[in-house]
């Protein structure tokens, strides 16, 4: 069992950065691959980035990618998410998730943190 608990979500101007956070409780946190979801208001949970269990391998979505970094620290039981150069349209509850298998698919993960809720003005 995982349990997961997003923070660093807020309010900021296009342009900026913010960095969200994801705690894990469980001694097996190094054992799963990490992603971040978004899913901003009317629309489907989407993908944004996966982080394999060592943190060797990373995959983003083409809307973020060379925007934002995934990375973890598993001596810290958290991963991350670095968001640069931030638009409107990024703008949407985050969620990160854990799961066994390292992809994209929504169905690949097991555990859900609760969001964080991340708003860009123009």
């Known amino acids: 069992q995982v349990q997961l608990v997003e923070s660093g979500g807020g309010l900021v101007q296009a342009g900026g950065s913010l960095r969200l956070s994801c705690a894990a409780s469980?001694?097996?946190?190094?054992?799963?691959?990490m992603g971040w979801f978004r899913q901003a208001p009317g629309k489907e949970r989407r993908f944004v980035a996966v982080?394999?269990?060592?943190?060797?391998?990373?995959t983003y979505a083409d809307s973020v990618k060379g925007r934002f970094t995934i990375s973890r620290d598993n001596a810290k039981n958290t991963v991350y998410l670095q968001m640069n150069s931030l638009k409107p349209e990024d703008t949407a509850v985050y969620y990160c998730?854990?799961?066994?298998?390292?992809?994209?698919?929504?169905?690949?993960?097991?555990?859900w943190g609760q969001g964080t809720q991340v708003t860009v003005s123009s």
């Open positions: 998730a854990a799961g066994m298998k390292y992809g994209s698919s929504y169905s690949l993960y097991h555990y």
């Open positions: 469980g001694r097996t946190f190094s054992s799963y691959a």
């Open positions: 982080i394999s269990w060592s943190g060797a391998s990373t």
